[in-house]
């Protein structure tokens, strides 16, 4: 269970996140909408310790303050829009650095053939092992996106966050991606994801949190929240009417008018 209590951030000269409360339960789905700037990566930050933040944060009862560094680093684990650190690896050596947090565990400080063959299992179902020696700066969007999410699978915490986990993702990518973190799903992670897109945010869970200007909006079951005003208050667009021209398209095409 992950407890939020009055949690606020501030950056020099900018309150971004105020009084968040929230409670996600252990294997729950939820999905973080809200507008540009209004502290999505920073609530995902605060909760993988990255942020200074006020208030309280607490992962099965204790306070992430309590963690230390590598203990949290087990338990959560960030799929952030920033990964240029990386960029002198090669895919290969960034997935076994995924395990690092594993093989901490074990006795051994060598990856063994267990843990060599996960990589290669995670490699091959995000098709990256036609790319395993190249460098990550030489890699597109696309497939840098899909190491990045392998290295976070890989590191097999508690918690997972995904900060725009579609991003650079083609349309066949993105469904893999959905179904990966279905999968998670059902081995009883807790998975929380920020999305710009609405419909791929609905497909990942019917749990959804609306933030705007660093304050939850709304909270709960999509269709319990979402209606064409607060769509219109949210994103100052009439969203409903975009999705119905959008639709009409498809619809066509379903009838084969192409
Ligand atoms: N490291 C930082 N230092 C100072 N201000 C920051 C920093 N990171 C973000 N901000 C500011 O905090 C606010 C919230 O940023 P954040 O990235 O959390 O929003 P977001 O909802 O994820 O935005 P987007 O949808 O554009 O990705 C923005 O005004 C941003 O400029």
């Not at 339960?25 to 990255?50: C, E, F, H, M, V």
């Not at 650190?85 to 995924?98: H, W």
């Not at 994103?235 to 009417?241: E, K, M, N, P, S």
Request: no cysteine; charged share 25%; net charge positive.
């Amino acid at each position: 269970m992950l407890e939020i209590r009055k949690l606020s951030v501030t950056y020099p000269g900018q309150q971004v996140l105020t009084d968040i409360n929230l409670s996600v339960g252990t294997g729950q789905r939820l999905a973080i909408l809200g507008p540009n700037g209004s502290g999505k990566s920073t609530l995902l930050k605060s909760l993988s310790g990255l942020v200074e933040y006020r208030g309280e944060i607490k992962l099965s009862n204790r306070s992430l303050r309590d963690f230390k560094r590598i203990e949290l680093a087990e338990k959560v684990a960030l799929l952030s829009q920033n990964t240029s650190m990386y960029f002198s690896y090669s895919v290969y050596e960034t997935l076994m650095m995924g395990l690092y947090t594993q093989l901490r565990k074990s006795f051994m400080a060598v990856a063994r053939a267990k843990d060599k063959a996960r990589v290669l299992q995670v490699m091959e179902a995000l098709d990256l092992e036609n790319i395993r020696d190249q460098e990550l700066s030489k890699l597109s969007g696309g497939q840098l996106q899909r190491v990045f999410f392998a290295r976070t699978l890989l590191q097999n915490p508690e918690v997972i966050l995904l900060d725009e986990p579609n991003n650079h993702l083609d349309i066949h990518y993105q469904l893999e991606m959905l179904r990966y973190i279905k999968e998670y799903f059902e081995q009883g992670k807790t998975v929380i994801a920020v999305f710009h897109d609405i419909d791929l945010a609905l497909s990942f869970s019917e749990n959804i949190l609306i933030l705007k200007e660093g304050k939850i909006l709304s909270q709960g079951k999509a269709k319990e929240i979402l209606s064409r005003e607060f769509l219109k208050q949210v994103y100052q667009t009439d969203v409903l009417d975009y999705m119905l021209q959008k639709h009409k398209f498809w619809k066509g095409l379903e009838e084969g008018e192409r």
